[in-house]
């Protein structure tokens, strides 16, 4: 099999070429090896190559829907036994993990042949992917451009033909970013329904979810018959489970007419470009051809006090991050970007009371989003506020950085992370990506589907966010999409 072949087939296409015996797991494993050492060197997006276990398990006897198909897994929080899960930071990278994670085992049950890893910026904790111990990924829309974060690595890959769906995970955009940068299928699954163990019974109090970047619809919802097939059992709670029968087979049916409320208003009021604009306006009267009712809405939520409250969370979780690594390998400060080291400050600047009150803020958040989708089957937003940026374009200011490495030094990192300078470069770091965090806090399902491009020839993908349980419609509504305007990929 060539590679024009080979990429012409989703992974469900694939595992049918395998199970009907018209393709090998062998053939289809080096399809991907020499794809990726053709456009590799270009992206940066698998940084960990494990060629000689996969062209070992590519000649055992593989079982399951997805038998022999190949596979990427993210570099965080999707740990393969025996190798370093670097999560893009100097410290971790050579400890390696004693066991599988619960989805790599679900994954590897499934049949999938799994011969890389992906990059991710420090610790998943921005929305491109430029750790300094990787080095940036680039979009293979335009190598300029970032491929979003955190799973930009798994997303560049897809974009680019290595595989085409790969492991991903989103902790406050961290898969649909990366889908919309490239042009992918992304869906953030809702609180609870995926696992993170054995290592984790959660994370981020169930704000960030498994799943992964594909290129059509019918993966997505596949996959997510892999990831959810059981209860977690190292879980702290007991999510509600899958529809009968899973989510692939009803994912085919129409979704019947919906009423979807719309804004492109940014939670942050920062600037929203006039394309991410038109790629929701383009998606309404698309979804009104459909036979939709879709009208502009607003969720009533204080959506900039959503974001504080949600930085907050992430510069605790840093801290606590740091931590943890420091008693565990004896790290360095060197060992962590500086980065994250000022996000850390931040969090510890704060007082366990601060992170209970915002804690608590959740359940507010997610009531006034409940009451919204009472009115509303889905919400409609961007899910960028402008198209990809240019790789480097988020690095902090030297001047900034400058006065970071003086206030850690001084240990006036905490009183600094209350400045004026610091909300700006932090509002100006969130401002392309703002309308994502709302379905991690409240935990609900959220897909970015590429329906759109800029004259420029970018991919500009737009959100839906459904209620609690909402995986189905979400899956549904994106097939009905991908019918009716199938969406476009990448020339490299």
């Not at 393969?80 to 085992?105: D, F, K, M, Q």
């Not at 406050?172 to 970013?177: D, E, F, H, L, T």
């Not at 029968?245 to 979704?255: K, L, N, Q, S, T």
Request: proline content about 9%; glycine content about 10%.
């Amino acid at each position: 099999m060539d590679h024009a072949d080979y990429r012409e087939h989703d992974a469900v296409g694939l595992a049918a070429l395998v199970a009907s015996g018209d393709v090998s797991p062998a053939e289809l494993l080096e399809c991907a090896i020499d794809r990726t050492e053709q456009v590799n060197p270009r992206l940066n997006a698998v940084i960990l190559p494990m060629y000689d276990l996969a062209r070992k398990r590519a000649g055992e006897q593989l079982s399951g829907p997805f038998a022999g198909v190949p596979f990427l897994i993210k570099d965080l929080a999707q740990e393969y036994a025996g190798l370093p899960t670097g999560a893009g930071n100097r410290a971790l990278s050579t400890v390696p993990a004693p066991e599988h994670a619960e989805i790599v085992r679900r994954w590897l049950d499934s049949g999938l042949v799994i011969f890389g890893k992906t990059n991710t910026p420090e610790f998943g904790a921005k929305g491109i992917t430029e750790p300094e111990v990787n080095g940036p990924t680039r979009n293979p829309w335009d190598l300029s451009r970032t491929p979003g974060g955190s799973s930009g690595g798994s997303a560049a890959a897809v974009a680019a033909g290595i595989v085409p769906v790969a492991g991903a995970n989103d902790g406050g955009g961290s898969i649909r970013i990366p889908a919309a940068c490239c042009g992918l299928v992304g869906l953030k699954p809702g609180r609870g329904l995926t696992p993170f163990g054995p290592y984790a019974a959660e994370s981020l109090h169930g704000a960030a979810a498994q799943g992964v970047v594909s290129r059509t619809v019918r993966d997505t919802a596949a996959m997510l018959d892999v990831i959810t097939s059981a209860a977690d059992p190292y879980g702290p709670y007991l999510a509600a489970s899958p529809p009968a029968g899973g989510y692939a087979e009803p994912a085919r049916r129409e979704p019947g007419p919906l009423r979807i409320g719309f804004t492109t208003a940014s939670p942050l009021g920062t600037p929203v470009d006039p394309q991410a604009i038109a790629a929701v306006e383009r998606t309404a009267a698309l979804l009104e051809d459909l036979g939709h009712t879709v009208e502009p809405a607003t969720t009533g939520i204080d959506e900039s006090g959503l974001a504080t409250d949600f930085l907050i969370m992430w510069a605790a979780t840093m801290a606590s991050t740091i931590d943890q690594i420091r008693a565990e390998t004896g790290a360095p400060n060197s060992a962590f970007e500086l980065d994250t080291r000022l996000l850390a400050a931040a969090g510890r600047a704060r007082s366990a009371s601060d992170y209970v009150t915002v804690h608590q803020r959740w359940n507010v958040y997610g009531r006034r989003l409940a009451a919204f989708h009472e009115t509303y089957d889905l919400l409609l937003t961007p899910t960028l506020a402008r198209p990809p940026v240019e790789v480097g374009e988020l690095d902090t200011p030297p001047a900034l950085r400058t006065l970071g490495r003086l206030a850690l030094a001084l240990r006036l990192a905490g009183p600094l992370s209350k400045t004026r300078q610091w909300h700006d470069t932090v509002i100006a770091n969130l401002s392309p990506v703002p309308f994502t965090q709302l379905a991690n806090i409240t935990g609900r399902p959220a897909i970015s589907l590429p329906t759109y491009q800029t004259p420029d020839g970018l991919p500009l993908g737009v959100q839906f966010v459904a209620p609690l349980g909402g995986e189905l419609v979400l899956l549904q509504l994106a097939t009905q999409l991908e019918s009716a305007s199938p969406w476009a990929r990448p020339s490299i």
